[in-house]
């Protein structure tokens, strides 16, 4: 690449993670990127999940940037329509908007003649080429539905979560949810309210850990607005509380896990026979260790499952036919509508349809990690895709702090490697990248997730690809780190 005055950088997606590069890039370093968006907005996830009762379950002060904070959060745990509030807000704070380009689908990046050729698929269908010398890619892994095929067999609308559509009727219908992760979990309660009776379907049990909600109170809002380091502050002090869940999920035989466990499932179990409902103690007791699947964060999963119009059924579906669900052990039930809160192709969904084309030109990023598990240095760079920077992509995901953390930690390592290279590409070595995920599969022994319970954690074959296995404090340290050697000679070269 030969000098430029301004260098030039696209960014695909518009959730936190992009609107986080795009932040950084004009701060740090003065280049105003050009974002490509699917949608119609600003938001990602935030935008598309619209579900009742969709909200996130880290505190609001640290699901938000470090670089944009918030003294007028609401609730402690804020609702998709606060955090899409928000993210927007501060897009147009900072001209996002104007660099934002909607309707937007980017089908392929080729790496050409020292550059990202982008093919972009306009509103109109007409397909146009853009060249960029830097890519950030921060399409995320929760975007594209997981919908198991048995479920096109149903009469009625079948719902995911993930596409909520609000024009159904569900008053005194009868509903059918199936999923016990997160996103099932916010919904349960809403559906349990309509429903005229619920069929909540779930093979396995989740770890529910009680979340109680704060609401922010005026005065501690003007507060934080006066002082905004307290909100720093504040910050800090959650990271390094969360922070000490990650023994729970490294150290699952240490005694504190054990010990916590035990005190989670006594709590829960001690609410469900005071309920009366003794009949759903062994149905609801875990039958996974805590942390091998992510764990639930609910106020008022237990106040909902023991009501009479919730049947919770374990036995996996085996048919579906008309309206009528059949399960393994020959339960039937019919039902109205089926809302599925089965999560996303996680694995597949950090890339999706988008083809990435790197120095070996006729091999797609895609093609290369369905033959083997991804491969990444500093899980944000790859060998062989020159200046291309992967955000919230394997191995970034954590079971215990804010995935916003781990993007803006990405981020700034991002912009310390193009400081550090004025002139020319940048690309990490094969040998600084295989003793990286040497590093990483290393982490990995002894923790919770390498336990034979399966979790979107895992691809096809069994292999984490989506987690960080350590502290996010040691990920913050090791991307602080910048070692020329472990990079092709072009960055030296000119130094």
Known sequence: MTR?????????????????????LKKELGIMATVFELNDDIGGTW????????????????????????????EKFSSQKEIKSYLQR?????????NTRFKSKVKSASWLDGQWQLKIEKEDGEIETVSFDFLF??????????????????????????????????????IALVGSGSSACQIFPY?????SHLYLFQRSTPWIIPQVQETISSRKKAIYSIFPFLITLYRWFLILYYERMYS???????????????????????????????????????????????????????????????????????????????????SECQVDVIVLGTGYETQEGVLGELEIIGKEQGRSLTDLWKSKAPELYKSTMIHGFPNLFLLLGPYTLTGHLSVVLMAEIQVNYAIKCMRENQNTTIEPTKEAQDKYMSKLQKDFEGTIWQTSCSSWYKNRSGVITSLYPNHVTRFWWELGQFKRTDYVKSLTQDQ
């Open 248 to 330: 729970l999920l490294g150290y699952p035989n240490s005694n504190y896990a054990k010990s916590t466990s035990e005190k989670i499932w006594k709590s829960n179990r001690n609410y469900i026979i005071e309920s009366a409902r003794t009949d759903l103690v062994e149905k609801l007791e875990p039958d996974s260790p805590i942390g091998c699947r992510r764990i639930v964060f609910s106020r008022n999963f237990y106040e909902t499952v023991v009501q009479d119009n919730v049947s919770l059924i374990k036995s996996p579906i085996q048919q579906i036919k008309g309206n009528l669900i059949t399960t393994e052990d020959g």
């Open 191 to 195: 559906l349990a309210k309509e429903a």
């Open 90 to 98: 501060v897009c147009e704070k900072n001209k996002m908007y104007e």
């Open 137 to 174: 890619s921060g399409t995320g892994s929760l975007r594209i539905p997981h919908i198991p095929a048995i479920f096109k067999n149903f009469d009625g609308p079948v719902i995911h979560t993930g596409e909520w559509d609000a024009s159904i009727e569900y008053k005194d219908k009868r």
């Open 47 to 74: 935008l598309t999940s619209t579900y009742p009762g969709c909200a996130c379950d880290v505190p609001s002060q640290l699901y938000s940037l470090s670089t944009e904070l918030n003294p007028s959060w609401s």
């Open 4 to 24: 430029k005055q301004t260098r030039t950088v696209a960014i695909i997606g518009s959730g936190f993670s992009g609107i986080c590069a795009f932040i950084q």
